[in-house]
């Protein structure tokens, strides 16, 4: 147990050890061994379940392409109104 100075309480003292610093290829061979085991994670989706969220994205495109087109018409309407400018 060790006293905490600032509060004056006790806690448990940290029992990790520190490791070696890794050097610079170290480092990065570590990184590059941390992404392939993060690739071998992955799971390819199947066929119908690309379709499925190509079909998702597409549609989810042309709804908001609709909706600004929607808003560009609004706005548009609004400043021929205020400023009296014709098309």
Do not use: S
Not at 39 to 64: D, N, S
């Amino acid at each position: 147990m060790v006293q905490d100075e600032p509060n004056g309480e006790i806690v448990a003292a940290g029992g990790a050890t520190r490791e070696k610093k890794l050097n610079f290829f170290q480092r990065i061979a570590l990184f590059i061994r941390q992404v392939f085991a993060e690739l071998r994670k992955v799971v390819t989706p199947t066929r119908q379940e690309l379709l499925k969220f190509t079909g998702v994205v597409l549609g989810f495109v042309a709804v908001m392409m609709g909706f600004v087109y929607g808003l560009d018409l609004l706005f548009t309407w609004v400043v021929e109104i205020v400023f009296g400018v014709p098309r």
